[in-house]
Antibody
Framework: QVQLQESGPGLVKPSGTLSLTCAVS?????????WSWVRQSPGKGLEWVGE???????NYNPSLRSRVTISVDKSKNQFSLKLTSVTAADSAVYYC??????????????WGQGTLVTVSS | EIVLTQSPGTLSLSPGERATLSCRAS???????LSWYQQKPGQAPRLLMY???TRATGIPDRFSGSGSGTDFTLTISRLEPEDFAVYYC?????????FGRGTKVEIK
């Protein structure tokens, strides 16, 4: 059973960069899964941010593409999110999630517990 | 992007009653790419159904899903106390992945 754990600063200043890491345990990041970031705020509900495969291939939500970078570190079995030029609208609970390529439709079958990020000076 | 509209926003029911939740897509979605999640306060979403009608591991058979094209339904045949939560549908038929705004099932 794969487990995911988010970590990173809970407070980011406006115009700064949000950086989060998701540690994967109980499985390998090099397995046949897509690794995603999903955020949830009261105003926008659940919003998919983007995903990465262990090869480094990425897909991003067009609404965030210009500000988002997702990367993978196979040596540490983790993947990361960077979101630049943040505003208060980026305040949310950020989840990392796994989608298995062995399941049609790539549903998210594992989630981290989530980490609250607040953008404020 | 595909917009998913869930209705009703809130469903007030008693334990033992049947719950019927709707998810309507702004354009046709392959049923293979439609999933449902359950979320309780302070917790991450949990996968309930994928492929519109396949229960995820450990999900009891009182949960069922159906639908095709633009209209999908999640049914809970007899509500148990632990079923009161928010339910979301989600698609990955086309990028970006999108979620509905959720249906809250609350105790009447």
């Amino acid at each position: 059973q794969v487990q995911l754990q988010e970590s990173g600063p809970g407070l980011v200043k406006p115009s700064g960069t949000l950086s989060l890491t998701c540690a994967v345990s109980g499985g390998y990041i090099s397995s046949s899964n897509w690794w995603s970031w999903v955020r949830q705020s009261p105003g926008k509900g659940l919003e998919w941010v983007g995903e990465i495969y262990h090869s480094g291939s990425t897909n991003y939500n067009p609404s965030l593409r210009s500000r988002v970078t997702i990367s993978v570190d196979k040596s540490k079995n983790q993947f990361s999110l960077k979101l630049t030029s943040v505003t208060a609208a980026d305040s949310a609970v950020y989840y990392c999630a796994k989608a298995s390529m062995s399941v049609a439709g790539l549903p998210f079958d594992s989630w981290g517990q989530g980490t609250l990020v607040t953008v404020s000076s | 992007e595909i917009v998913l509209t869930q209705s009703p926003g809130t469903l007030s029911l008693s334990p033992g009653e049947r719950a019927t939740l709707s998810c309507r897509a702004s354009q046709s979605v392959s049923s293979s790419h439609l999933s449902w999640y359950q979320q309780k306060p302070g917790q991450a979403p949990r996968l309930l159904m994928y492929g519109a009608s396949t229960r995820a591991t450990g999900i009891p058979d009182r949960f069922s899903g159906s639908g095709s094209g633009t209209d999908f339904t999640l049914t809970i045949s007899r509500l148990e106390p632990e079923d009161f939560a928010v339910y979301y549908c989600q698609q990955y038929y086309s990028s970006p992945r999108t979620f509905g705004r959720g249906t809250k099932v609350e105790i009447k």
